[in-house]
């Protein structure tokens, strides 16, 4: 990948002007400063990084006709409030996975959140977040095509508004230090979220174009119930790079020649007495998971659940956990969830938890409750 920027290609500022006009003088400026100005302290660094998360925050309806949107736009539940977190909170409240500042940079914690405001992002309207999802607000699931689609398309919309929201704050942090577009590993971060922002936009049209043609046939989906319920639920999209056996599907951090980094979208809750897993992929991507989700079906319950216990804690954030499931857990076991979760984004933790022999040594389907 490029890590400099064209000077005739748009400013990584989001200001539409070509970067030779734009940040590139403003950068050369800012690099013969004093050096002193420019260095912070790594709490400040932190707590910057995360007010401009909050900054780049941002409403948009994600539904099709927008002509029918209402202006509200209120956050929006990316997993059933009313059917799911309800059932997985106890007075009112669940745990996810936040994180707390350190000294050595933000650190995962489990920590309680009000199921008000559990998995809300602000991606549709009050009009489109009932209209378009009444087909599974109402009812039970039951392995309708339809309903196949909303569930993916609802985890479609979370990650693609996270993804703008990431390259938003990318383009904040440009427009506040220009230098930064001189700064390679800068500039790799920002190429990386302008591909992850394409491959959502496709993804995105593909869901768009299938729902105006009412075509809910555009998914290829594995449908499995446990008999027990969970306390946990998930909705969620990410590429995958591994399949059952290990084998590589997608590299995700040096091939940057495909057309696109395919999505899966997986949704796991618990229902009355029982569990629903929903896993789906868009068939145009056909080519990528068709072996992967031939996998998938193959496998008895309990080879899929240890799966999706890694797959989960490794690729999403959006989950959402029973205190119940959190009281239950050994504290050697909680330090194996968070870790693990971090080691996502950190090879070197991977190989301590290794060596601890403590690598996701823990049991998202417990079946305690
Ligand atoms: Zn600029
Ligand atoms: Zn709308």
Known sequence: MELQIDPYEPCPCGSDKKYKFCCYQKAREEMHKNREELSHSDDRLNHMAQQRWGEADFEVCFGFDKEKCKPLIKGAHSI?????????????????????????????ILKKISRNK???????????????????????????????YLF???????????????????RDNFKSF?????????????????????????????FKK?????????????????DFEIGFATSSAFTVQYDYKGKQINDIYFDKSVDKMPSIYVNVYPIESGTNIIISYLV?????????????ESLTNEELVSHLNFLIIEYTENVFFSPELVEAMTEKEEDSL??????????????????????FKFNLFHNSI
């Open 338 to 359: 968070l870790r693990s979760f971090a080691s996502s984004l950190d090879i070197l933790e991977k190989f301590k938890l290794e060596l601890e022999q403590n690598y």
């Open 178 to 206: 220009p230098s930064a577009t001189l700064d390679p590993m800068s500039v790799n971060f920002y190429r990386t979220a302008l591909l992850d922002f394409e491959d959502y936009s496709k993804d995105y049209n593909s």
């Open 80 to 108: 059933q409030n009313n059917r799911v977190l309800n059932r997985i909170s106890k007075d009112g409240h669940l745990y996810h996975i936040g994180s707390k500042l350190t000294k050595s940079g933000p650190y995962p």
């Open 152 to 170: 993916a398309f609802r985890s479609l919309t979370l990650e693609y508004h996270r993804k703008i929201r990431v390259l938003n704050q990318l």
């Open 118 to 148: 559990a998995s809300k992002f602000f991606g549709f309207c009050d009009y489109h977040d009932t209209e378009i999802f009444k087909p599974i607000e109402l009812k039970d699931y039951s392995q309708e095509p339809i309903e196949n």
């Open 284 to 296: 145009e991507d056909e080519s990528v998971y068709k072996d992967y989700f031939d996998q998938l």
């Open 210 to 226: 299938d729902y105006l043609e009412r075509n809910f046939n555009g998914l290829r989906t594995v449908y499995r119930k446990l």
